[in-house]
């Protein structure tokens, strides 16, 4: 079946230092739709970006990631971390019966 | 641009008790959804609605009960709550697979 796997439970990092986040996914779909939510303390998740199109960067508020089949993979990474960068990460996939696949989620601590 | 309401934002009932949450959108999305979510943990979908009056059992449907009974509105059921469960019950609605998410109810069990 459809399914998510996001490796790290808790990344922490130093302010400056790049992020990169693991997800990848397994899927009978020949062509996924991969998502990234972000969910800050006491909110709720959010969608921070998403891809159609395999080997195609897609970027938002400072964070890219890029959808390669090959390696069924959708990392999450940005260049300089933040301390308001410090949140819970979704990695996400829907089936075509509308349902979203998460993964378990990485909680992204920045420390100055 | 559009909002979901769930209510009541804070919910606190008794070991036993039959407990009901409401999710509302104007987005006017077909399809609204029901998550879990401990502390410090991730979203375990409970109930997902495709459409009024359809429902679809997510991996953690026992033990909850759940109404579509409009397209705007997505109802959840604790059918006998546990006692000392805490948890936030999180709705959603989404369009073109992207999921839009309510504020929560924090649901205490005493």
């Known amino acids: 079946g459809d399914s998510v796997t996001q490796t790290e439970g808790l990344v922490t990092l130093t302010e400056g230092l790049p992020v990169m986040l693991n997800c990848t996914y397994q899927t009978i779909y020949s062509n996924p739709f991969l998502f990234w939510y972000v969910q800050h303390l006491n909110e709720s998740p959010r969608l921070l970006l998403k891809?159609?199109?395999?080997?195609k960067r897609t970027e938002h508020q400072g964070f890219h990631a890029t959808l390669h089949k090959s390696s069924s993979s959708f990392h999450l990474q940005k260049s300089s971390a933040q301390l308001s960068d410090s949140a819970l990460y979704y990695c996400?996939?829907?089936?075509?019966?509308?349902?979203?696949?998460f993964g378990d989620g990485t909680q992204l601590v920045v420390k100055p | 641009g559009g909002i979901i309401t769930q209510t009541p934002k804070f919910l606190i009932g008794q070991e036993g008790q039959k407990l009901t949450l409401k999710c509302q959108q104007n987005?006017?999305?077909?399809?609204m959804y029901w998550y879990r979510q401990d502390s410090g943990k991730g979203l375990r979908l409970i109930y997902y609605s495709i459409t009024e009056n359809d429902l679809q059992k997510g991996d953690l449907s026992e033990g909850y009960d759940a109404s579509r009974e409009k397209k705007s509105s997505f109802s959840l059921t604790v059918t006998s709550a546990q006692k000392n469960e805490m948890a936030v019950f999180l709705c959603?609605?989404?369009?073109?697979?992207?999921?839009?998410f309510g504020p929560g109810t924090r649901l205490t069990v005493l």
């Open positions: 959603a609605s989404s369009i073109s697979n992207e999921q839009f």
């Open positions: 996400a996939l829907p089936n075509s019966n509308n349902r979203i696949f």
């Open positions: 987005f006017n999305h077909d399809t």
């Open positions: 891809s159609f199109t395999d080997n």
